[in-house]
């Protein structure tokens, strides 16, 4: 049982726009910036967006991220085949002293 | 370039242990927060321990806290994770990740494989 909560799966055709959706506590969420990972089978894991809404360079802006409250969300538009991938959301929790992760969702471009 | 490359990973028995090292290049270790993340198979990402840039505070996840330790050699440039009590559900590659704390993990090793099983 992750602490973040994401759906396990979001499927959608070329070039539509989908969201992941990322759900926590006043703990981690709600006090800390989120984090998001592309994870592509075979290969190390990603950093996507960090601090909610920043892309590191090399990242298209397609891929964007918003916070509110205890809840995150990733969206990417002009979905492409090579988007699909496990997307993990992350946050520093506080009462754990710990980072924690969400379940991951496997995207499927169908 | 930073890269960070893992090594020590292998077949241990349970209850045995191992000393996971990272390797890192293209970065001045000593001036960052470092992390170990796992993934056992056909499992998500988990966050195991993440150490400050001198050392001085450590963090474990509660699933390895008391068998695990991280640490740390800056005039090495590298970090270590010992695996102690080592039980099945510990199977898993174990990543080396540039970030403490938040969890903001902008660099990954490719990771090393622990397999525990007798």
């Known amino acids: 049982q992750s602490v973040l909560t994401q759906p396990p799966s979001a499927s959608a055709t070329p070039g539509q726009r989908v969201t992941i959706s990322c759900s926590g506590s006043?703990?981690?969420?709600?006090?800390?910036?989120v984090n998001w990972y592309q994870h592509l089978p075979g290969t190390a894991p990603k950093l996507l967006i960090y601090t909610n809404n920043q892309r590191p360079s090399g990242v298209p802006d397609r891929f964007s991220g918003s916070k509110s409250g205890t809840s995150a969300s990733l969206a990417i538009s002009g979905l492409q085949s090579e988007d699909e991938a496990d997307y993990y959301c992350a946050a520093w929790d506080d009462s754990l002293n710990g980072a924690v992760f969400g379940g991951g969702t496997k995207l499927t471009v169908l | 370039e930073v890269q960070l490359l893992e090594s020590g990973g292998g077949l241990v028995q349970p209850g045995g242990s191992l000393r996971l090292a990272c390797a890192a290049s293209?970065?001045?270790?000593?001036?960052?927060?470092m992390s170990w993340v796992r993934q056992a198979p056909g499992k998500g990402l988990e966050w195991v321990s993440g150490?400050?840039?001198?050392?001085?505070?450590?963090y474990y996840a509660d699933s390895v806290k008391g068998r695990f330790t991280i640490s740390r050699d800056n005039s090495k440039n590298t970090l270590y994770l010992q695996l102690n009590s080592l039980r099945g559900e510990d199977t898993a590659v174990y990543y080396c990740?540039?970030?403490?704390?938040?969890?903001?993990?902008?660099?990954w090793g490719q990771g090393t494989l622990v397999t525990v099983s007798s």
């Open positions: 006043s703990s981690n969420v709600g006090s800390n910036t």
């Open positions: 990740v540039k970030g403490f704390p938040l969890a903001q993990f902008d660099y």
């Open positions: 293209g970065l001045t270790l000593s001036n960052y927060g």
């Open positions: 150490i400050n840039p001198t050392g001085i505070i450590t």
